[in-house]
């Protein structure tokens, strides 16, 4: 089944983002294998990096683990009676009214996919898919350093950014505010090719760059999105009839949402 959505599903920017992540990836090395043998081929680097503010993602992203403990007034733990005092000198220890849980980094799983030359197996264009850690800080800088190390490689960078929320690592006063953005620096470009895709907006088939004399390959992340979705049964997961992950849609995207939720 495919998803309801023309181009991006806003709903799977939740706790299924991983997932789709990583199936996305995936299927976008799947296609561009036949289309880039025999002298290119396409891999998948995966990486752990620690999201050191998790907080800010759960009940999104990350399960909602918060637990709180509230005590009632007069309400204290078994203390033991202190060394050296009797038993009518006990002095009695106020205990936190609240109680909750310690939240530690995660450690999240990314997902590169690396298009590399078959002669020395060396990267020739980086197609990265951005996950919200990778739109806040620390994360942001640090990818924003990744890619300005690439740049300098002379390696080509496809950005596919397909979630609403965080900042952008390289935004520009010319380009709309969309709900989503891909980006192509070439190696050696002076210039960013930049699509910005709102939400009802299907997504563009893509060049993928090689080496001189060798022409872009196509990637239909269109075709790549809905095989995903096909695939996880995504649809068996989500409740449509629930707002999506945040950020809030603005009123036109709501009223558009409920206008094509109405006519499926």
Do not use: C
Not at 59 to 81: K, Q, S, W
Not at 123 to 145: D, F, H, M, Q, W
Not at 197 to 226: F, K, M, N, T, W
């Amino acid at each position: 089944m495919p998803s309801p959505f023309p181009g991006m599903d806003p709903y799977l920017e939740g706790y299924l983002w991983p997932d789709f992540h990583h199936r996305l990836a995936t299927e976008i090395s799947r296609q561009l294998t036949p289309r880039l043998r025999p002298r290119y081929v396409a891999r998948l680097d995966i990486y752990l990096v620690e999201d050191p503010t998790p907080e800010l993602e759960i009940g999104i992203l990350y399960p909602d683990v918060e637990v709180v403990t509230t005590r009632r007034p007069g309400e204290r733990d078994a203390m033991p009676e202190p060394p050296g005092v009797g038993a009518g000198e006990a002095i009695a220890i106020t205990p936190a009214p609240i109680a909750v849980p310690v939240i530690r980094p995660v450690k999240v799983r990314l997902v590169t996919v690396e298009v590399r030359d078959v002669a020395h197996n060396e990267l020739v264009t980086s197609i990265e898919i951005l996950s919200p850690v990778n739109k806040r800080e620390p994360g942001l800088s640090a990818y924003r350093k990744k890619a300005e190390r690439l740049q300098r490689a002379g390696v080509h960078i496809l950005e596919i950014d397909l979630i609403r929320r965080g900042q952008r690592p390289f935004p520009h006063p010319r380009i709309p505010d969309t709900a989503y953005r891909i980006t192509l620096i070439r190696a050696g470009a002076g210039t960013m090719e930049v699509w910005p895709i709102s939400l009802r907006d299907p997504l563009p088939v893509l060049p993928v760059p090689l080496r001189s004399p060798d022409p872009d390959v196509p990637l239909e992340l269109g075709q790549a999105l809905d095989a995903v979705y096909d695939e996880a049964a995504y649809e068996l997961s989500i409740d449509y009839t629930q707002p999506p992950p945040p950020p809030p849609l603005s009123e036109e995207e709501l009223h558009w949402l409920k206008a094509h939720q109405s006519a499926e």
